[in-house]
């Protein structure tokens, strides 16, 4: 299959997940990208099979491999919602072949930046907790009204609900409003966070930031960050009905970061909502 002149090749790891196949599918549907590879685990029962057929749209050619290297070498990105282990490895990749690397991947925390930092010196790195446009408006959204309202009268709780196979929690979309509502209060959030409550806790510590996190059925991603003061409560909220919104935001990252300098971006960089 010839690609488009022009159009940015893009490499989908993890591709024979839920979100890889979305992923491939968005690939097909938007202008200017096209896929130029699709990465699976070694041993995964999807390697040798066609990706487009595997992702419900017909055979394009693109046969699932484990043999990373060469696939990056002829692209010019990679979208990557996979895991973390895995992800700091497509990184150093993407590092070597000076392409965009876009990560969705939840489950990173502080011990893995040093690593993203060093490949970003080579590659453009765009990392979100999510991809979704709405979500990262959301998260400016949150980041005012914690400023807004103080802290001695309003208290903030983050709620979130994913599907039962969701592995880690909270989720990372979670942790980005918890951290635009630190930013907004001028705080740390790993200071601030209150994960669990179990048993006698005691009163709510003023100034901290509580999640409460939610698993079942086949939600994709419902996230509101209430914001609780004295006889009135302003709650946010966006809520994910199609895995689509997360591609969408993945590919339009991916073309925003071609024409940039190699460096470590966020979501609010691609859309301009960004303080810096």
């Not at 709650?235 to 339009?252: I, K, P, Q």
Request: with cysteine; hydrophobic share 45%; aromatic share 4%.
């Amino acid at each position: 299959m010839t690609a488009p002149t022009g159009s940015m090749g893009l490499i989908v790891v993890g591709a024979a997940g839920r979100m890889g196949q979305a992923l491939i599918r968005t690939i097909a549907e938007i202008d200017g990208v096209h896929l130029a590879g699709a990465i699976e685990r070694p041993g995964s029962d999807a390697l040798g099979k066609d990706a487009g057929e595997l992702a419900g749209l017909g055979p394009n050619e693109i046969l699932i491999t484990d043999d990373a290297l060469p696939v990056f070498a002829k692209a010019e990105g990679v979208l990557d919602f996979t895991a973390p282990a895995a992800t700091l490895e497509f990184a150093d990749l993407a590092a070597q072949a000076r392409i965009v690397h876009v990560i969705g991947t939840t489950g990173m925390d502080e011990s893995h930046e040093a690593r993203l930092n060093a490949a970003s010196r080579h590659c453009r790195i765009v990392k979100s907790g999510n991809m979704s446009l709405g979500v990262n408006l959301l998260s400016v959204l949150v980041r005012q009204a914690a400023k807004a309202l103080d802290a001695a009268d309003w208290d903030i709780e983050v709620l979130e609900m994913h599907h039962r196979h969701k592995v880690d929690a909270p989720s990372g979309t979670a942790l980005l409003l918890g951290e635009a509502a630190a930013e907004g209060r001028a705080i740390a959030l790993n200071e601030n966070a209150v994960k669990v409550r179990d048993g006698h806790t005691g009163p709510r510590e003023q100034g901290t930031i509580g999640f409460a996190t939610l698993r079942g059925g086949s939600v994709i991603g419902e996230h509101s960050v209430i914001l609780a003061g004295e006889g009135e409560t302003v709650e946010l909220t966006h809520r994910a009905t199609d895995r689509s919104v997360f591609a969408r935001g993945a590919v339009r990252a991916a073309l925003w970061a071609r024409h940039q300098k190699p460096g470590y971006y966020s979501m609010l960089d691609v859309l301009g909502l960004s303080d810096h």
